[in-house]
């Protein structure tokens, strides 16, 4: 009942607004011209002219010109050269709240509606009046650098929001004084605007109609306040702090940087931004400042375009004081991986880049890369290096198609293997290592278990199931997973190890090559009758005679090139590199899961960094297994946000994000044996 009354009142009301308006512009039309010249129309229109307005808008426009250049004579339509003073009358800037809208609406572009007795009281003040000396004098009196420049086009416009029954005039600001007049920073998103005033500077006409007030930029900095948490004050660390356990701390950073071309090649996956925001040279400083911010002493970068990091990356890391490696994705993409380390605090020993593809092969036929690094922390001059143990960091970007998680998981062992050789000690334990990527898989999904618990049982499971990204179980045919999930050819066991590295089950185990079985192809022992067999007449009865064809039997001969024994299970994959995860994927505070990525507004975390922990003998929480601290102690990490965070800040990227990622930044301590020893 209510929405009918509204409905009957409200619609003659919008029509008789409409109406009232069209009158207003009409009168407003004819005042101008009588009191303007045709130089000063075409300045307060010059920026309307550039936008995109119906034909109809731009015909009524030359027409008000047309007509206000014949009403004139020729010495006040001359146009003035160079740059021109326009006089902003009280006349025009009574009209000029009916021109302006809120930051807020600068996307929708609502009209601007106002009550019918001040509209009626203004079309007849404007009928009837004349511009007021004292108004005039007092915009005489304004410095030189407050008069508004025309000149073709206006490099700066505030550019008005139209509809389909409405033009709006624009007037045109100096660029001088960009950074404090209101009105630009209501549009400056629309013309690339890089510095917003904070607060806007008092108006110089006090007798004269204002702008509308703008409501303030939208917060990003406070909406997207990331805390540090500190975790040096839980019991684990404390306790090592009270032992006078000496360490040696850094920050690793992990990012996803979007890589241009993945833009420009995806637009429909970020409608929701405006366009300026997505270009390289507004996204570029904004990734390098947050970078510098931070001050991580490693830094893993996934989804770096090769000719930025040449150009641009690579000579501008360096000049932050950091060595860095890259591994571009095969193919034909042109974005890859790269690692980078403070050379102060670092020391590389070892580098390995790992491509996933290998020719014929079904599971590893996509172009996705890694990096594996082993690095010397460096001590202070007078200890040694030995004191503190080496440190693996490894760096990838897993394959995103939500169906093929086979793949995933091929490329995964393919990763634990290379950590596992470069990681692993003459003794047979590891170096602590971190590992840090977007894996395309959501937390306790199959593959992030598979990571932190060090096993998995894969065979007959769904394959879109691997990473829990989308559910498409309701598909009658998927593909699933079996045993062996990649062909033994790949050299790498179900223990995510090279063949060439691990050891055999039994260590007493023959093993025997190809070759060296086919020398009793034809030998004497296969044409003796066994002694069981039954007799036969005709049939097993007698001996058969040797081919003429068939060669001599040869000497038996030692096997010279054995090939190693490799263990495989029955769809079970695992590793020994004891993995936990930096981050606990849930706000307590807010109730709501972390989130690293929101691709089509839907928040979801695929970035990760894990580290090496010790498991606790017999420890395990619904599914999880249980760590706690070893030579490699958590000491901090940068907190993520919920989805709803982002979704007032217009989900990622943003203005104040550059990338359609959040960086995932952690503080870490290693041990330092020989002053511990020192200590005690």
Known sequence: MIGTVLCYVLLPAARLLRALRDAFFTCR??????KSTSTQIEGIFAATRGKSVPEEQEALLQQWLEEGAGNLSASESAPAVGKVSVTLTSDWLEGSELLMTSLSNLNSAPEVTWCAGQQLTELHALASSEPQDHEVNELAK??????????GSAPWAAVVPQTDHQIAGCATIDVEVQNEDPAVLAWSLARGAETVPTEPPAWPIQDTVQFCPLPAEVPYHEILWRDWEDLSVQPCVLEQVSRNTPLFEFRVMSYNILAQDLVEQGLDLYLHCHPDILNWNYRLPNLLQEI????????????VQENHYWEQLEPTFKEMGFACFYKRRTGTKTDGCAVCYKHSRFQLINLSPIEYFRPGLDILNRDNVGLVLLLQPLLPEGLDLKAVSPLCVANTHVLFNPRRGDIKLAQMALLLAEIDKIAKTTEGSYYPVILCGDLNSV??????KFIRNGELSYHGMPAWKVSGQEDFSQQLYSRKLLAPLWPSALGITDNCQYVTLCQPKKSGRRKYSRDFLL???????????????????????AKPDRPAHWPKPAAMVKDPDPQPFVPRSSGIIQHGLNLTSVYSHFLPQRGRPEVTTMPMGLGATVDYIFYSADPVENGSRGGRRLYRDGTLKLLGRLSLLSEDVLLLANGLPNPFCSSDHLCLLASFGLEISSLREGCQ
């Not at 039309?29 to 009588?34: D, G, I, M, P």
């Not at 937390?443 to 992030?448: G, T």
């Open 142 to 151: 304004l410095p030189a650098e407050e008069t508004v420049a025309v000149a």
């Open 519 to 541: 020398q009793f192809h034809f030998c004497d022992v296969a044409c003796e009758r066994p002694r069981q067999l039954v007799l036969l007449e005709g049939v097993t009865d």
């Open 443 to 448: 937390p306790d999904s199959p593959l992030y």
């Open 29 to 34: 039309k004819n005042v101008l011209l009588a």
């Open 292 to 303: 510098q911010h931070w001050d991580p002493d490693v830094l893993c970068l996934q989804e």
